[in-house]
């Protein structure tokens, strides 16, 4: 696995595409009325109207394998959804545009026209590299308070099986981090289909006013039970910080493929084809793809154009795909190991119309990692699957089926679609052709022909961020390293991330050495840190109390999946001091009459252990200033005891101080002082 990073893309931006969803003007999500602010609203019908906004998508994903796609136009003035009249737009999520429409109720309608939408500037590659902060926000309804699922069950969901699969699929590139919040009620009935928009406002202050911070997260997951909207789930689309629903469907295959659109990625198509597989009649399947998330049949890896864009393959750190420039011999890995080498093949097809290049994208299935649930499928982990792809566009993405009408049913059809050793596929565009020659437990043999139609210089790769590693330094400090046995210092822990800035963020694993037997305690198990940073933890050592008086090594080391080049290690001492002898003072009462008897005490210890033998010298000061002095020894017990009779007159009333000196074996120790009165 890969550690995280941050991603060399920063900045780089994702050419305008083509969307192929036409809208219409009823919206599921439009009762009821959003209380959003709205540039149009108010407007004559009809009236003409030009705005600048940012570009907002929003994909509903239905059972069943229906899809909506929904635009809305995010302008300094609120938020208007945007109708087609069954053309097309170029743009993609999060891009900058200026549009030209006209008012219908109270969205704005595009006739569809190149002219109609202009990109002022083009959206960013999403985040979709290192940790995701993900706040996950149980939400039920005012007519229905139940809980269908435990926090910690949703907790489960996201944190472990989801991110695991995100872990899995980014080679250790991308993962979620977060907390589940506990349920809140927003004020709506689940028999109404509620604007998402307004679940989450809702949603947001009940959590806030229960005491929940939501400000340290960029991914917001909203969960409830089903109610009268029939979507699954919905997602806003390369949204940082990003928005996802889940309407009762608490799985994997819901809140995976919902955080994908977050990230960015559109839905996983197939191909259902008649006589050939991408002709001669087909009918396309938005969400048919066989095995990816991103359909709706089962929940196994992205595809290799999909992982591409997001930064996971071929990305200069990342496992590479290999580009068929040339007629030959090309060898890939199982797609779902973690292993760096090849995970896919680049197979040129021509152009389209736009003169925009066309590829076949080949991959090699094993049910390993997140690929499992492809086990017994069909023939999907015996061959190579194959999906065409038009550059740039993040929703081209098709599976095609090499077994074209072997089964009934759309997506069923599709289980065999991977092209089997000994076989052949001519593409009907260029007449290049790829035969699958082996394939085994540790990759797939592929030959390319290419025809002169297909055959592309490549472009000069850009040159790849070189990661220097380096080793992190570390220190080990206190304001004192001296006690007695058996108590607690506490040392304080720096370790700094030295890697050069083209590194990703490296998570580094802390331990602490200590003598046997003594408590070593961290403030942290891991950091994170990013190149050039520091974190800042600590080390609690509590010696043994029968630890003997010395000068102990203590210290902390740290280490990351990099190997050796991240292990550092940081020392400091623990002093046990030698016992010390000390006493202690006291009488029987702090008030006497006169001519009555003061009993005194004095116990004598080294650290907790009583000494018998020591010379006592109970030394008494009279109110008059005069001093008196009563020797004594300790017993076992530690105890010396003595006893003084008051005088009788009046000169003996006043304010008396008794103080306790000790010697033994030549030691002295500090003075013990304490008083008490007569009247």
């Known amino acids: 696995m890969f550690a995280a990073r941050i991603s060399k893309r920063a900045g780089r931006v994702v050419a305008p595409v083509l969307l192929l969803t036409a809208l219409v003007a009823t919206s599921a999500l439009a009762q009821p009325r959003s209380l959003q602010a709205n540039p149009v609203r108010g407007m004559a019908e009809g009236a003409s109207v030009s705005l600048d906004g940012r570009l907002q998508v929003l994909i509903e994903d239905y059972p069943g394998g229906r899809v909506q796609t929904r635009h809305y136009l995010q302008t300094a003035r609120g938020r208007v959804e945007l109708l087609t009249e069954g053309r097309a737009m170029k743009a993609e999520a999060g891009s900058r545009v200026r549009l030209r429409g006209r008012v219908t109720g109270e969205a704005l309608t595009l006739d569809g026209t190149t002219s109609s939408v202009q990109v002022t500037s083009a959206a960013a590659l999403p985040a979709a590299l290192g940790e995701q902060r993900v706040a996950v926000i149980l939400v039920n309804f005012q007519d229905d308070t139940s809980q269908p699922m435990t926090r910690e069950a949703a907790n489960t969901l996201v944190f472990e099986t989801t991110n695991i699969f995100y872990r899995q699929s980014s080679f250790g590139q991308t993962w979620l981090n977060g907390r589940t919040f506990d349920w809140v009620t927003v004020p709506y009935n689940k028999s109404t289909c509620v604007d998402g928009m307004l679940i989450a406002a809702e949603a947001d202050k009940a959590v806030a006013a229960a005491g929940g911070d939501l400000s340290g997260y960029n991914r917001k997951v909203y969960m409830f039970p089903r109610n009268a909207c029939s979507w699954s789930g919905l997602a806003l689309v390369n949204e940082n910080p990003s928005m996802a629903w889940i309407n009762g469907s608490f799985n994997l295959k819901a809140v995976g493929h919902e955080l994908g659109h977050n990230l960015g990625l559109r839905h996983a198509h197939a191909l259902d084809c008649d006589i050939s597989p991408t002709g001669d009649t087909c009918t396309r399947l938005p969400y048919g793809d066989a095995a990816d998330l991103m359909g709706n049949v089962r929940t196994g890896d992205f595809s290799p154009y999909a992982k591409e864009r997001m930064g996971w393959l071929n990305d200069g750190v990342s496992p590479p795909i290999l580009v068929a420039d040339r007629s030959g011999r090309y060898t890939i890995e199982p797609y779902a190991s973690g292993s760096v080498g090849a995970k896919a093949i680049k197979v040129p097809r021509g152009t389209d119309a736009n003169g925009t290049p066309l590829w076949f994208y080949l991959d090699y299935r094993l049910p390993l990692g997140v690929d499992a649930v492809l086990d017994g499928v069909g023939n999907l982990a015996q061959g190579v699957m194959v999906r065409t792809v038009t550059q740039g566009d993040g929703d081209s993405i098709h599976q095609i089926d090499m077994t074209p009408n072997s089964a009934i049913g759309g997506t069923a059809d599709l289980a065999d679609g991977a092209l089997t050793v000994g076989r052949s596929y001519v593409d009907p565009l260029t007449g290049s052709t790829i ?58 822990i720096t370790l700094s991330n030295a890697d050069s800035s083209t590194c990703a963020p490296t998570t580094f694993n802390l331990a602490a050495s200590v003598p046997a037997g003594w408590a070593g305690v961290l403030g942290s198990a891991s950091v994170t840190l990013s190149p050039g940073t520091s974190a800042n933890t600590t080390l609690d050592v509590t010696s043994t109390t029968s630890a003997t008086a010395g000068t102990y090594g203590v210290g902390a080391g740290a280490g990351s999946a990099a190997g050796s080049v991240h292990t550092v290690n940081a020392g400091n001492t623990y002093t046990v001091l030698a016992p010390t002898l000390n006493s202690s003072i006291g009488t029987d009462k702090s008030l006497y009459l006169r001519g009555q008897t003061v009993y005194m005490s004095s116990r004598v210890m080294i650290g907790t252990t009583p000494v018998s033998g020591a010379a006592v010298t109970f030394v008494i000061t009279l109110p008059n200033g005069r001093t008196t002095s009563i020797k004594a020894k300790s017993g076992r017990d530690g105890y010396a005891r003595a006893s003084y009779r008051t005088g009788k007159t009046s000169a003996y009333v006043g304010q008396y101080a008794l103080r306790a000196t000790v010697v033994s074996s030549g030691k002295s120790a500090s003075s013990a002082t304490t008083g008490f009165a007569v009247k």
């Open 435 to 492: 035969s699958v020659a082996s394939v085994s437990a540790t990759g797939a043999v592929v030959d390319v022909s290419l025809s002169g139609s297909a055959v592309v210089t490549p472009p000069a790769p850009e040159p790849a961020p070189v990661c220097t590693r380096a080793a992190p330094a570390m220190s080990l400090t206190a304001t004192t390293t001296s006690a007695a046995a058996g108590s607690a210092l506490r040392y304080a």
